[in-house]
C-alpha cells in the first residue's frame, strides 16, 4: 500500500512544483519587461501587471495554485 501512494504522490508533486515555477515566471515577466524593456510592455503582458499590480500581489496566484493543488493531492490519496 505505501508502494503505490509513494508512486501516486512524487510525479503529482513534481508536476506541482513545476507548473508553480512556471507560473512564478509567467505572472513576474511583466514587471520585468516593465522595468527593463519598456517597449515590449504592451498588450497581453501590459494587461497582466496592470492586473496584478504589484509583484507581491502577483505571487499569490503560484502561491494559491501550490497550496490549493497540494491540498487536492493529500484529498485524493
Do not use: Q
Request: aromatic share 12%.
Amino acid at each position: 500500500m505505501e508502494g503505490k501512494i509513494m508512486n501516486d504522490i512524487v510525479p503529482a508533486l513534481c508536476g506541482t512544483v513545476s507548473v508553480t515555477i512556471l507560473l512564478t515566471f509567467i505572472v513576474l515577466y511583466p514587471f520585468y519587461l516593465k522595468k527593463y524593456r519598456k517597449h515590449k510592455y504592451k498588450g497581453l503582458w501590459k494587461g497582466m501587471g496592470e492586473m496584478t499590480g504589484s509583484p507581491a500581489r502577483a505571487i499569490a496566484y503560484p502561491i494559491g495554485f501550490l497550496i490549493g493543488y497540494l491540498i487536492c493531492i493529500i484529498l485524493n490519496i
